[in-house]
């Protein structure tokens, strides 16, 4: 049995994650900030004598940081504080890792590619395009860069899945606008070509997929507010096969997996 922490199990990825240990026989503890609910305990991450006082204390086996500013237009109005949570907690992460025992996990974003060159494989060429991508290329950089720590980076594209609210995925979002019969206008794009990859964790889902594959000839987002975005950052999962792990990595197809959800609704 493994103690494990789970950084942002109040988000998308990481609710699913604490929801899929907590089923195992391993001891789960669930951090969260400001939805700090259900058994999760309030930490602000960028407190850096509070993780330290909390990581000494739980000793954990593992700690798997989910917590991020991933809203790329969010992180853009405030660089220094997305800088702050995305580059610099990971890092503070690693060094407690090496100076504790734990093994981290540092959840990256395919965004920390510039789209042009698919598919992408853990040594190809990071150079995001936005500042979001920037700050989690730079949590790579610093986690990777703490010699002796034990760290592992897994990068993971757009996400979906049994999100707390619709609107907290930018797959999920789809549904309440469908759903808005109220007349109102929303203006989306369909700019970026999406990959059939897509991973389960006790069938809550987190992924990425390809309803846009034949739509790939639109325009980029423009207009206010409008963040750079990559065009097609297909993920090669094959180091992540070749690991062999055991029952596989539990794949579930986009449409598979929506079709029971909605479903169930
Ligand atoms: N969403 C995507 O499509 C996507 C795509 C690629 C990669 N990723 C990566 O996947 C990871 C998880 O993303 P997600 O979509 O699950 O994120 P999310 O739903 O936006 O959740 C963010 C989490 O971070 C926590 N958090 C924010 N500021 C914090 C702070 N100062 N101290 C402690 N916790 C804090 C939040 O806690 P509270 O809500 O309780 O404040 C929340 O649990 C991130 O690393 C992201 O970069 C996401």
Known sequence: MAKIVITG???????AIYRALKTTNHAVIGLANSRAQGGLSKID???????????????????IHCAAERRPDVAEKDPDGAQRLNAEVPGHLASLAK???????????????DGTAPPYG????????QLYGKSKRDGENAVSSVAGAKIAILRVPVLYGPA??????AVNILLDIVQDQSGKQYKMDHYATRSE???AFNNSIIAGTNPSRN????????????????????LSTKETEDLDIPGGLGLSLFEEWWAVHLGKQ
């Open 9 to 15: 199990a109040s988000g998308v990825l990481g609710s």
């Open 45 to 63: 991450l960028t407190d850096q004598s509070a993780i330290q006082d909390f990581l000494r204390e739980s000793k954990p086996d593992w700690v």
């Open 99 to 113: 100076d504790l025992g734990f093994t981290l996990i540092y959840i990256s974003t395919d965004y920390v590619f």
């Open 122 to 129: 853990p040594a190809s060429q990071t150079n995001p395009l």
């Open 164 to 169: 707390p609210h619709n609107s907290d995925s």
């Open 197 to 199: 990859q897509a991973a």
């Open 215 to 234: 739509m790939r000839y639109s325009n980029p987002p423009t207009g206010p507010g409008a963040t750079s975005r990559p065009k097609d950052c297909h």
